[in-house]
């Protein structure tokens, strides 16, 4: 593989900027994105190779640099089981949640430091959407479970919900 992100100007679909990962990390595969209103994007990794490896799962990228990978905590890089499923700004686009369904986390990340915050179990959580307020996320899992986060209060909520469902790693919030 060659993973890579690739910028486009969506009105004329002009290349603005292509970022290649270091060779050594062909393995290490881009999965799902999400870009704030500054451009920067939030990057969602899965990793192809050997399962004894611990390469970071997480990585942003600014426009006009390359790619920087961020790294969890050794126990709770290791306890993503080598794959991250959903990527989200929060509203204000300082704050990112990344799901890690086969780990049962969700980690949350400080963009503007570059720096991990915290995670929560989520038994098979995956699809993420921002709230209108800073810092807060809804997380969706394939249990059919949602549950609203805020990682500044640590405050968890779950989230009534009428139907059975099970969820998938997409979800887009339409009102709350």
Aim: hydrophobic share 40%.
């Amino acid at each position: 593989m060659q993973p890579s992100l690739i910028r486009l100007n969506l009105h004329t679909g002009e290349r603005l900027e292509q970022q290649i990962l270091p060779a050594e990390l062909h393995q290490l595969s881009i999965r799902h994105i999400d870009t704030n209103r500054q451009g920067n994007t939030v990057i969602a990794l899965q990793y192809q190779g050997d399962a004894g490896q611990n390469l970071p799962l997480v990585a942003v990228h600014r426009p006009g640099q390359a790619i920087q990978l961020l790294a969890a905590p050794e126990p709770v890089n290791r306890a993503m089981n080598g794959y991250c499923g959903s990527a989200r700004f929060d509203h204000s686009g300082r704050f990112a949640a990344v799901s890690a369904p086969r780990g049962d986390l969700i980690c949350f990340w400080d963009l503007q430091e570059n720096s991990y915050v915290s995670s929560i179990r989520s038994r098979d959580g995956c699809g993420l959407a921002a709230t209108q307020n800073n810092a807060e996320f809804i997380i969706s899992a394939g249990t059919g479970r949602c549950i609203r986060h805020n990682i500044l209060s640590g405050e968890t909520i779950r989230l009534p919900l009428a139907l059975k469902t099970a969820w998938d790693n997409h979800l887009t919030m339409v009102s709350l």
